[in-house]
């Protein structure tokens, strides 16, 4: 059997020297699933795009050498503007308005399982700056080559379904604004804003997050300031006792939203310096994660709460189908301040929406070699086609639409995590050096781990989760019985459990 010094020397073989560059059109390292593959329009484009500074290096991971970006705290922007939003208001506001749960069974749900979950992405966060790997790439060393294809192909479905919840509560905040304005009309502003965003790119994306927290924070701090009254006041409202299966099942919404994230967190570190510690970066993103991810589901939790009280604010929420419209009545007390608040809320849904996107084309091109021959942008574009037309039609529906979508996302995101932690500390030694992850393999599959515990691991918690489940089109037998969704968390679990298991069996016989 090979070691892993022989693994390395031989993936080196396989590697060119081609050194990354944003704003290149070049094969990058081992970039055979990608670059030099364009051909005729795609290639003259690219290096058009190129020449503006559009980012168009492949998914080749990045060499320690053109990881310079020593801004750390860009890591920290940008999840904490990704998560400060009212995308993740309307999670919390899930608890009362869908869970017909309490405020005060709301908040600590809210509390506990966001201390717990937000500890996940901030981990996965390390693996960017020191491996200089996507997510999806970084993957192959526990999923093996073709193993990783399935967590791709999900991660591309579950990132345009977050697109599409992204911007059904962008539009509907625009379309709170005025009669003249619909869900429709807001759902194309907010996509095409977030087309340009994640056209340009790492560079720009980071950039634009590190200012599009602003006008949340002063909305949140607005609507927190007008609404406290009527807040006190419901604070006495009665509610009716709530049940295991409320509680669980508004938790395991609140970790799928958390948790969805570990498939991307990797790719906005790629090109920052290795040289922070890793408790550095874990900080900066698990302190962004939890400020944002708190604050938000807290107020949408409270003001969902409270709605059903004031006329006003049930009005704009629509009987719990608008949150942007409860949003905006909020501040509407404040005039024409307000509806500038509101505007700006809903013109910054982009920095939820432009990671994913740019995870989505990231994750399209790892799927297969003829995938990476088709340059980012083209996938960028074809999210933008596909995302405004399901996100208008989904608009009608928005609790089903969101429960099902996050609940589904928040399923095999759980075990893809459990199995990516598990390799991490149990069979790589909690260490990033080259002895561990040999990165120069890959795109090799001859040399990249078989994936096969990873694929049985992930096979046996899906067929484990499956009774536990409860969606609107689905009820498991043992959910039936009032335990509530616990599938995320029995997921988590088994895949941790199952891939311990069969890695450490395969071992025996290998050393890979």
């Not at 007390?333 to 432009?354: D, E, R, Y």
């Not at 990873?454 to 484990?464: K, L, P, Q």
Request: proline share 5%; with cysteine; charged share 10%.
């Amino acid at each position: 059997m090979q070691s892993e010094s022989e693994e390395r020397k031989q993936g080196e073989s396989h590697s060119s020297s081609v050194t990354p560059d944003l704003a290149s059109d070049k094969p990058v390292g081992n970039d055979l699933e990608g670059s030099r593959y364009y051909t005729g329009f795609f290639r003259r484009t690219t290096q058009l795009l190129s020449r503006y500074g559009i980012e168009t290096h492949g998914i080749a991971p990045v060499p320690a050498e053109e990881r310079l970006e020593t801004r750390w705290y860009q890591m920290f922007f940008v999840w904490f503007s990704a998560n400060m939003n009212i995308l993740t208001f309307s999670t919390g506001t899930a608890g009362p308005a869908y869970f017909s749960l309490g405020v005060h069974d709301s908040l600590i749900i809210i509390v506990i399982v966001d201390l717990a979950v937000c500890l996940l992405p901030a981990f996965f966060a390390v693996f960017g700056p020191k491996l200089g790997t996507r997510a999806m790439v970084q993957a192959r060393f526990s999923w093996g080559y073709f193993g990783a294809i399935i967590p791709t192909v999900l991660n591309v479905f579950s990132m345009q379904g977050f697109l599409i919840l992204n911007c059904i509560v962008g539009g509907q905040t625009l379309a709170s604004l005025s009669s003249r304005l619909n869900d429709t009309l807001g759902i194309v502003i907010i996509g095409i804003i977030t087309l340009v965003v994640t056209f340009c790119g790492y560079r720009i994306i980071h950039w634009y997050e590190s200012i599009a927290w602003i006008p949340n924070v002063v909305a949140f701090i607005t609507m927190l300031g007008v609404g406290y009254p009527q807040l006190r006041d419901n604070q006495s409202a009665p509610v009716s006792e709530a049940t295991v299966a409320e509680v669980i099942s508004f938790a395991s919404i609140l970790a799928s939203s958390v948790l969805s994230w570990c498939t991307m967190t990797p790719d906005y570190g790629v090109y920052h310096s290795p040289a922070a510690s890793s408790a550095r970066i874990f900080l900066y993103t698990y302190l962004a994660f939890f400020t944002a991810s708190v604050t938000a589901h807290t107020l949408g939790a409270a003001f969902a709460a409270a709605a059903p009280n004031v006329p006003a604010w049930n009005e704009g929420f629509s009987d719990s189908s608008s949150v942007g419209g409860l949003l905006y009545s909020v501040l509407l007390p404040t005039g024409a301040f307000g509806k500038i608040l509101t505007a700006l809320v809903a013109l910054s849904i982009p920095s939820a929406c432009a990671p994913t996107m740019y995870t989505f084309s990231n994750s399209l091109m790892a799927v297969a070699p003829w995938f990476a021959a088709v340059p980012r942008w083209v996938y960028i574009l074809i999210s933008e086609g596909i995302l405004i037309p399901v996100a208008i039609v989904g608009a009608k529906k928005f609790y089903t639409t969101f429960v099902d979508i996050l609940n589904i996302i928040g399923y095999w995101s759980s075990v893809f995590a459990a199995i990516i932690l598990t390799e991490h500390v149990l069979f790589r030694r909690a260490s990033f050096s080259e002895d561990q992850y040999p990165i120069t393999t890959w795109a090799s599959y001859t040399l990249l781990p078989s994936g096969i515990p990873a694929v049985v691991a992930f096979a046996c918690a899906c067929g484990a989760l499956v009774p536990f489940m409860s969606q609107a089109w689905y009820v498991g037998p043992v959910a039936r019985h009032g335990s509530g969704d616990v599938g995320v968390f029995v997921g988590f679990v088994v895949g941790a459990i199952t891939y311990a298991l069969a890695r450490g069996f395969e071992n025996c016989g290998t050393r890979r």
